[in-house]
C-alpha cells in the first residue's frame, strides 16, 4: 500500500468515526428530549399548582391586613418595609388616617424588593409573625418608624425581637411562625398579585382597583379619597 492510499483511508476512516458520533449524539438528543419533555411539564405545572392563590388589588382576601372602615374606599398599599419612600408614605397616611379612616378601608400588601433592600424580606416576616399575635399594624409602625436605623445593620433579627418584646408579644411563638410556610407563602402571594396587578416600584397604591399616583403630600393623599368618595 502506497503512502496516498493509506492516507486515504486514515480519512475515510476518522470521516466514518464523525458521522457515528454525531448519529450517536442525535439519538442521545432524542432519547433525553422524550423524557426530559414530560419531567419538565410536570414540574412547571407542580409549580404553578402550587403556588397560592393571588388577588387583585379590587378583591380583599381574608389573609390581607386590613384597617379602618370595611364599607369605605378601599386603598390597596404594596410596600416594602426597607424602602426610603414607603417609610415617607407610612407617614403620610399616618398623618391623614384621623381624617380619612371613616370613609376608608387601608389594606397592606408586602412587596420586598430584595435585590435592593437586603432586609425587606426578614421584615416582612416579621411583621407576619407579629400579625399572628394580633399586632401586626403596631408592628408595621414599629418597622416603618425606626426604618433609618435597622436598615444600616449587618444583621436584624435582634432588632425585630426588640420591638415584638416592646409589643409584649410571645418571642418563642415568633420565631417559630417566621420560618412557618404558610406565613411565606401569604408574602409570596402578596408580590405575586402586586406583580400582576402593575406594582414595578414601592409604594404603589390602588383606589377601588385603580391604580394612582404616590400622593406627595396629606392635602393629596385626603383629596385621593375625598374623589374617590364623590365618584
Known amino acids: 500500500m502506497n503512502k496516498r492510499e493509506e492516507q486515504r483511508r486514515i480519512r475515510e476512516a476518522k470521516q466514518r468515526s464523525a458521522e457515528q458520533s454525531t448519529a450517536r449524539q442525535k439519538l442521545i438528543s432524542r432519547i433525553a428530549m422524550m423524557v426530559l419533555a414530560p419531567l419538565l411539564m410536570i414540574l412547571v405545572l407542580y409549580a404553578l399548582l402550587s403556588q397560592g392563590p393571588t388577588y387583585s388589588p379590587v378583591d380583599i382576601a381574608e389573609t390581607d391586613h386590613t384597617r379602618g372602615n370595611s364599607q369605605g374606599v378601599k386603598l390597596v398599599v404594596y410596600a416594602d418595609f426597607q424602602c426610603p419612600a414607603c417609610a415617607n408614605e407610612h407617614m403620610l397616611l399616618a398623618q391623614a388616617w384621623n381624617s380619612i379612616s371613616d370613609r376608608t378601608q387601608m389594606v397592606f400588601r408586602h412587596y420586598p424588593l430584595t435585590g435592593t433592600h437586603p432586609h425587606a424580606w426578614r421584615a416582612a416576616t416579621y411583621a407576619e409573625a407579629a400579625g399572628r399575635q394580633g399586632k401586626f399594624w403596631e408592628m408595621y409602625d414599629l418597622l416603618f418608624i425606626n426604618q433609618a436605623y435597622w436598615s444600616g445593620l449587618s444583621e436584624v433579627d435582634a432588632e425585630f425581637e426588640g420591638y415584638l418584646t416592646q409589643l409584649g408579644l410571645d ?36 383606589v377601588e382597583g385603580r391604580l394612582v399616583p ?9 383629596s385621593l379619597i375625598d374623589g374617590a368618595v364623590a365618584s
Do not use: H, N, Y
Open 171 to 206: 418571642l418563642e411563638q415568633a420565631r417559630a411562625d417566621l420560618d412557618d410556610e404558610a406565613l411565606i407563602e401569604k408574602i409570596r402571594s402578596d408580590q405575586r398579585s402586586g406583580t400582576r396587578s402593575g406594582v414595578r416600584a414601592t409604594p404603589t397604591l390602588f
Open 214 to 222: 404616590t400622593p406627595r403630600t396629606v392635602s393629596e393623599l385626603v
